[in-house]
């Protein structure tokens, strides 16, 4: 019963190291590349709204960079603490690629990321504009290791085990494994979505509470645009990783879908009570033929079952099934509220555009013609890719038990035989460190837009229009 809770706990503590870790990778990722387009549009207009919008949101990609890095080594602690049978097993594989991560992306970030913060009026134009966008391709390269590790152990591939340890005979297979592709397209996507809800969230606060300045309205704008054109192909994306994970790994999607029985004419669930004693569902309401025709593309399409996943024993070979089932529905939830609300917000923007400014106005109407109640709304939505990012990871990594690599090593085979109270007492810790530093970081956050607002950026940004800052063009005739 000990070694069953320290698994559990072990599970536990690391889905809670990493849900808070990815939260901030998530940001930096896609921040990186919007502060290079705010640089470039500022070097190539010389509009200083620009260049306001940078030095605001580079404050907010620093704060994420640092807040990344610490949990990101912390979580790394846990291979050796926590669940020294996986590199054990299969370190020979995930202890280069971790490599790579290093040196190919962590080096590059590092070594430029001072020059993004603090090189703005310090050195060339075009030197600080080579930092960001290199910094940008950092995060970049440091997302694709990591998801080849974790694309690798769902779909395995270029490897061979030797007296159970795995060692890799083709890096190239090992690399561009089957899923991984998918998983790489998919996760930037949520991280564009994340930041551009990010800024039109917190860009939306900034107007409420009375910051009327330029650049609000040029972020405001660029958030609501990225949203509007990224949403429906990542909804696109999704379905792709979803016909992949069918090739795969059927047994999860038979979980995400709450089907217990093979057959054609699978109903797609909008909500149920799945009941793993009874292996059936409660208060089913669905879509007749839903499923199958989103997976098999036809009403007749046969749809894998949870019940084909039974040891002889009767022992279920497949995830638990409510956390896979709920938390995809809310992952597809929440991009749908994106692409609801930022659908919306174009159609008015584009309206107040079509009609001309002032014509459009009155008592309902605030920024770039946006409804106030669509204004407001923005801003719970400020971290709505948070909500959708780490749904769709506990989809994916919930539902890949009970293995921890498919198909080579389990979960239960990589734990730590510690005693449980000893997990115990360093999960309360990080629960309650984790929870007052995301408190802190969202409480940073609405101070700086705070500030912003009562003009705190006012005499750094009066410095570059009147010329006391540099302000160099990328073309030097202009």
């Given at each position: 019963m000990e070694a069953f809770d320290t698994l559990l706990l072990s599970r536990i503590q690391f889905a809670a190291n990493i849900s808070f870790h990815i939260l901030f990778p998530t940001i930096t990722i896609a921040l990186g590349w919007v502060l290079l387009f705010f640089r470039l549009r500022f070097a190539r207009t010389g509009d200083d709204k620009w260049m306001a919008a940078y030095r605001f949101w580079v404050k907010v990609f620093a704060l994420s960079f640092a807040m990344g890095v610490v949990s990101g080594i912390t979580m790394s602690f846990q291979?050796?603490?926590?669940?020294?049978?996986?590199?054990?097993?299969?370190?020979?594989?995930?202890?280069?690629?971790?490599?790579?991560?290093?040196?190919?992306?962590?080096f590059l970030e590092a070594a430029f990321v001072g020059i993004m913060l603090f090189g703005f009026s310090r050195v060339p134009a075009w030197l600080h504009i080579t930092a960001t966008a290199l910094v940008a391709i950092g995060t970049t390269l440091s997302t694709f290791w990591i998801i080849v590790l974790n694309s690798w152990m769902h779909t395995p591939q270029g490897y061979e085990m030797v007296d159970g340890v795995a060692y890799a005979t083709n890096w190239w297979e090992v690399i561009f494994n089957p899923s991984m592709p998918y998983r790489f397209?998919?996760?930037?996507?949520?991280?564009?979505?994340?930041?551009?809800?990010?800024?039109?969230?917190?860009?939306?606060?900034?107007?409420?509470?009375?910051?009327?300045?330029?650049?609000?309205?040029?972020?405001?704008?660029?958030?609501?645009?990225?949203?509007?054109?990224?949403?429906?192909?990542?909804?696109?994306?999704?379905?792709?990783?979803?016909?992949?994970?069918?090739?795969?790994?059927?047994?999860?999607?038979?979980?995400?879908?709450?089907?217990?029985?093979?057959?054609?004419?699978?109903?797609?669930?909008?909500?149920a009570l799945p009941d793993e004693?009874?292996?059936?569902?409660?208060?089913?309401?669905?879509?007749?033929?839903g499923a199958s025709i989103i997976l098999k593309h036809s009403p007749e399409g046969v749809v894998p079952g949870l019940n084909d996943f039974v040891a002889a024993d009767g022992t279920p070979q497949?995830?638990?099934?409510?956390?896979?089932?709920?938390?995809?529905?809310?992952?597809?939830?929440?991009?749908?509220?994106?692409?609801?609300?930022?659908?919306?917000?174009?159609?008015?923007?584009?309206?107040?555009?079509?009609?001309h400014q002032g014509r459009i106005g009155g008592h309902w109407m605030a920024v770039e013609g946006l409804p106030k109640p669509l204004l407001w709304a923005l801003v719970p939505m400020a971290?709505?890719?948070?909500?959708?990012?780490?749904?769709?990871?506990?989809?994916?990594?919930?539902?890949?038990?009970?293995?921890?690599?498919?198909?080579?090593?389990?979960?239960?085979m990589a734990v730590a035989d510690v005693p449980a109270p000893m997990?115990?007492?360093?999960?309360?810790?990080?629960?309650?460190?984790?929870?007052?530093?995301?408190?802190?970081y969202i409480g940073v956050i609405a101070y700086l837009a705070r500030k912003a607002a009562r003009?705190?950026?006012?005499?750094?940004?009066?410095?570059i229009h009147s010329g006391k800052a540099p302000v160099v063009a990328l073309n030097p005739a202009e």
């Open positions: 291979f050796g603490t926590n669940w020294p049978g996986f590199m054990e097993t299969v370190g020979n594989i995930a202890g280069p690629l971790l490599a790579y991560e290093v040196l190919t992306a962590f397209a998919h996760m930037v996507l949520a991280s564009f979505l994340t930041v551009s809800f990010l800024v039109a969230g917190v860009s939306a606060f900034r107007w409420i509470i009375g910051d009327r300045s330029r650049d609000v309205r040029a972020t405001l704008k660029t958030g609501v645009a990225i949203a509007a054109l990224l949403i429906p192909m990542q909804i696109f994306m999704g379905d792709m990783h979803g016909l992949n994970t069918l090739e795969y790994q059927p047994q999860k999607v038979a979980a995400m879908e709450g089907n217990w029985e093979t057959g054609p004419n699978v109903p797609l669930l909008l909500f004693q009874a292996r059936d569902n409660r208060f089913e309401i669905g879509v007749p033929n497949h995830p638990p099934v409510a956390p896979v089932f709920w938390s995809f529905r809310v992952m597809v939830g929440t991009g749908f509220a994106m692409l609801a609300l930022s659908w919306s917000a174009v159609f008015f923007m584009w309206r107040r555009r079509s009609r971290f709505s890719g948070w909500v959708a990012t780490l749904a769709g990871w506990y989809t994916t990594e919930i539902g890949r038990q009970p293995w921890l690599v498919q198909g080579v090593m389990t979960t239960d997990v115990v007492g360093t999960l309360v810790a990080y629960l309650a460190i984790y929870a007052a530093l995301l408190i802190a003009g705190g950026d006012a005499r750094a940004d009066s410095m």
